[in-house]
C-alpha cells in the first residue's frame, strides 16, 4: 500500500504565482488533512475535511483554499503565493472522527519556497 | 484552549543512554495524547497513544511514556537509545469532547544520539 501520497515534493513559487498541492490515500479513510510545519513551530492545521463533500477551516487557513474531490482526493491550493507560505506542508489521513481520536497517517510532504 | 510545550527543542545523547524527552500539556477538559516520530525528509508516524486505561504506554520499539494527570505531563523515555533513534519527536494532545477531536501539535524536540 502506498498509504498516502503528495505530490509535488519540493516546489519553487514566485510570489503572486498559485499552485495546488495534491494528496491521494488508499487506505479509504474518511477524514484528510493539510497541516504546514514551520521551524520551532511543530505542525498547525490548515483545513480539513471530515468526509466526502466536507471541509473545514482550521488554525491557519488564510491564503489557502481546499477540495474534497472524492474520498481518495484531498487538494489545497494557493491562489497568489506569499513568502510567508514558504513552508513544508502536509497532507494526513485517519478513519474517522478526527486525528485525535484515531491514528492519523502522514505523508512524505511537499516542500514549497516563494521567493 | 488546549496547548503542548516540550521543554526542549533539543537533546544530545550518547548511544546506549537514556533518555527522557518532556512533554505537559494545558486542557480543561480530558484529553487523549500522543507521541509522532519524524525521521530525516520523511512525513510523521504514530509512536505510541494513550487513550484510556494504563498510564503506561510502550511502543514497538522500546520507547514507552507516562501519563500523569496530576502533572498534565505524558514524558517519552527510552532505558538505551540508537543511532536509530536519531529523529524529530511530537507530543499532541486531543481533546475528545471537541468536534473532530483535532490534533495540537507541540513544537518539537530533536533527538540527536551520537556513538
Known amino acids: 500500500n502506498a498509504g498516502v501520497t503528495q505530490t509535488p515534493k519540493f516546489q519553487v513559487l514566485k510570489t503572486g504565482q498559485s499552485m495546488t498541492l495534491q494528496c491521494a490515500q488508499d487506505?479509504?479513510?474518511?477524514?484528510m488533512y493539510w497541516y504546514r510545519q514551520d521551524p520551532g513551530m511543530g505542525l498547525r492545521l490548515i483545513y480539513y475535511s471530515a468526509s466526502e463533500g466536507t471541509t473545514d477551516k482550521g488554525e491557519v487557513p488564510n491564503g489557502y483554499n481546499v477540495s474534497r474531490l472524492n474520498k481518495r482526493e484531498f487538494s489545497l491550493r494557493l491562489e497568489s503565493a506569499a513568502p510567508s507560505q514558504t513552508s513544508v506542508y502536509f497532507c494526513a489521513s485517519s478513519y474517522g472522527g478526527g486525528p485525535g481520536l484515531t491514528e492519523a497517517f502522514f505523508g512524505q510532504g511537499t516542500r514549497l519556497t516563494v521567493v | 484552549a488546549q496547548s503542548v510545550t516540550q521543554l526542549d527543542s533539543q537533546v544530545p545523547v550518547f548511544e546506549e543512554a537514556p533518555v527522557e524527552l518532556r512533554c505537559n500539556y494545558s486542557s480543561s477538559v480530558s484529553v487523549y495524547l500522543f507521541w509522532y516520530v519524524q525521521y530525516p525528509n520523511q512525513g510523521l508516524q504514530l509512536l505510541l497513544k494513550?487513550?484510556?486505561?494504563?498510564?503506561l504506554v510502550e511502543s514497538i520499539n522500546g520507547f514507552e511514556a507516562e501519563f500523569n494527570k496530576s502533572q498534565t505531563s505524558f514524558h517519552l523515555r527510552k532505558p538505551s537509545v540508537h543511532i536509530s533513534d536519531t529523529a524529530e519527536y511530537f507530543c499532541a494532545v486531543s481533546d475528545y469532547g471537541g468536534s473532530q477531536g483535532n490534533l495540537i501539535f507541540g513544537k518539537g524536540t530533536k533527538l540527536s544520539v551520537k556513538p
Open positions: 494513550y487513550l484510556s486505561g494504563s498510564t
Open positions: 487506505m479509504n479513510h474518511n477524514s
